[in-house]
């Protein structure tokens, strides 16, 4: 089992950046694929990046191509998104979570979450 808690949330205006991390416990972080969603109030829960146990293979959402970036340091248990430019439309409550395949990740099907960060962002 992997225990994931999400650090790095707070309110920033549009533009600014901000960078997320997850801290794993367990054994097998290492050997799994990770991602980051987020939901916004009243909608559903979204992809929102992707990685693969060695960081090679990478997916990201359409509407945030180009703004965030999703790495993982196996040594450290962590994996980050790093916000840039971000708009008010990436507010929400994001989560971190894991799973034993990657494409089960990709179908957001994980086998467990963090509690969420919340990230506001102002115009």
């Known amino acids: 089992q992997v225990h994931l808690v999400e650090s790095g949330g707070g309110l920033v205006q549009a533009g600014a950046s901000l960078r997320l991390s997850c801290a794993a416990s367990g054994r097998t972080f290492s050997g799994s694929p990770m991602g980051w969603f987020r939901q916004a109030p009243g909608k559903e829960r979204e992809s929102v990046a992707v990685i693969n146990w060695n960081g090679e293979l990478t997916y990201y959402a359409d509407s945030v191509k180009g703004r965030f970036t999703i790495s993982r340091d196996n040594a450290k248990n962590t994996v980050y998104l790093q916000m840039n430019i971000l708009k008010p439309e990436d507010t929400a409550v994001y989560y971190c979570?894991?799973?034993?395949?990657?494409?089960?990740?990709?179908?957001?099907?994980?086998?467990?979450w963090g509690q969420g960060t919340q990230v506001t962002v102002s115009s």
């Open positions: 979570a894991g799973a034993r395949t990657y494409q089960s990740l990709l179908r957001i099907r994980a086998d467990y």
